[in-house]
């Protein structure tokens, strides 16, 4: 599925909707350019799962957890990573499998650890429309 988002406000509203749809163990991968929204997604996903605390991505400390609201989420934030070998000093299995929902930004950095199962979320600039100009491609994948 594709959306239109018009500014930061829209998309997070895009991603409060989809938080409706979602269930323990999901995950979410997240990838876009810098400046792309991916921010703004997960600052909607997040308040619409009961989080009131701000949200921001965890670049330096790779992984954030929020507990306390209808699930533990599990943000991480691999832009500074390396080797996939990092994300298994971190615990990231022990997050991916478990009973939270875990959300990816620039999850293409590990494609190769990441489970079969999950949602793929693609933010991209259009800026031939505005500058604020976005589409969100949300993509299910079940293999």
């Known amino acids: 599925m ?13 991603a409060k909707a989809f938080a409706k749809t979602l269930k323990s163990g ?5 990838n876009g350019d810098l400046g792309a929204g991916k921010t703004a997604f997960v600052q909607g996903l997040v308040k619409a799962l009961g989080f009131s605390e701000p949200i921001s991505s965890p670049t330096f400390t790779i992984v954030n ?4 609201g209808k699930f533990p989420i599990y943000h991480f934030d691999v832009y500074r990573i390396d080797d ?3 994300m298994y000093e971190v615990g990231f ?6 009973n939270g ?3 990816i930004e620039w999850s293409e950095k590990i494609q190769e650890i ?19 100009f976005r589409y969100i491609e949300i993509e299910k994948r079940d293999q």
């Open 2 to 14: 594709i959306y239109k988002s018009n500014s930061p406000l829209e998309t997070a509203n895009i």
């Open 26 to 30: 999901d995950v979410l991968c997240l």
């Open 65 to 68: 957890c929020y507990e306390g």
């Open 84 to 86: 996939c070998d990092e």
């Open 93 to 98: 299995e022990e997050y991916v499998y478990g």
């Open 101 to 103: 929902i875990t959300i």
């Open 114 to 132: 990441l489970p079969q199962k999950r949602y793929d979320i693609s933010i991209s600039k259009d800026y031939n429309k505005h500058e604020n």
